[in-house]
């Protein structure tokens, strides 16, 4: 889940939001709501190693 994060973010912020969608139509496999939860996850396993951080309701690569 985190470089498929990480590859979106890489072109540009995105909000949580657009991550799932991104990652949803990356991985139709796993639920919608199971992939709500798991970028919420990432997300914040992210921020707190310092790869991401949230500007407002934006999510950027650092």
């Known amino acids: 889940m985190a470089h498929i994060i ?3 973010l890489s072109n540009r912020p995105m909000t949580r939001k657009e991550l799932v969608a991104h990652i949803a139509a990356k991985r139709p496999d796993v639920p919608h709501e199971r992939v709500y939860w798991r970028t919420a996850s990432a997300l914040n396993k992210l921020r707190v190693k310092g790869v991401v951080k949230r500007e407002g309701r ?3 690569a650092q």
């Open 58 to 60: 934006m999510w950027l």
């Open 6 to 8: 990480l590859e979106a």
